[in-house]
Each structure stands twice: as structure tokens, then as C-alpha cells.
């Protein structure tokens, strides 16, 4: 567009068909968008946005929920392996207990 208003300037006067050359370049190249598509792109930036803000909560809320479940495996780990006495393969349980059969045995 710089190009144009200089060669503009140097010329000195614009006719009325440079002014319609002017104007027609201008479209062509993307420059003078009707005022309709300036709204469209406008709502729909505001639409990407307004996603983008609720994606982040989202994630923001999930990573949250992460921590949580993560210290919670933290402390399930720590019980299994101070409190809990695992099964030998093969071996019966001691008297008294129970056995219970799964992810790994234990002695209950």
C-alpha cells in the first residue's frame, strides 16, 4: 500500500479512474474488506478466543485434579509398603489372615 501512495504522491494528481484503480487494488489485494467480513472475522476471533479461554480452564482444573490423585497414589504407595507384608509366591498366608488375590497378594 506504501507503494501505491508514494507512486500517488509523485504523480501529483489522481484522476477519477486512478481512484478507481486505487480502490479496485486495494480489494484485490485483501487491503478494503467490506464492513460485513470485518465483523465476521472479529466475532469469529472473538469466538477462538472465548474457546481458548475455557480450554485453559480446563486444563488448568485437570492439572489440579492430576496433583491430587498423584499425592493420593504417593500415599497409597507409602501405606503398601511400610504397613503391608507381601505373600512369597507359592507360600500359604499366616494364621489368621486372609489372602487376598489381585493386583499383588498381601497379607491382611
Known sequence: MGEIITFIQANGELTAGGALLLIVMLIVT???VPYRQLKQ???ERDAWHEAHTVSEKARIEMDGELSLMMESMRISKVFYNDFLKPVP???SPQEGGSVKRGG?????
Open 30 to 32: 485483501g487491503l478494503l
Open 104 to 108: 499383588s497378594d498381601v497379607v491382611v
Open 41 to 43: 472475522a472479529i466475532a
Open 89 to 91: 509366591h507359592g507360600e
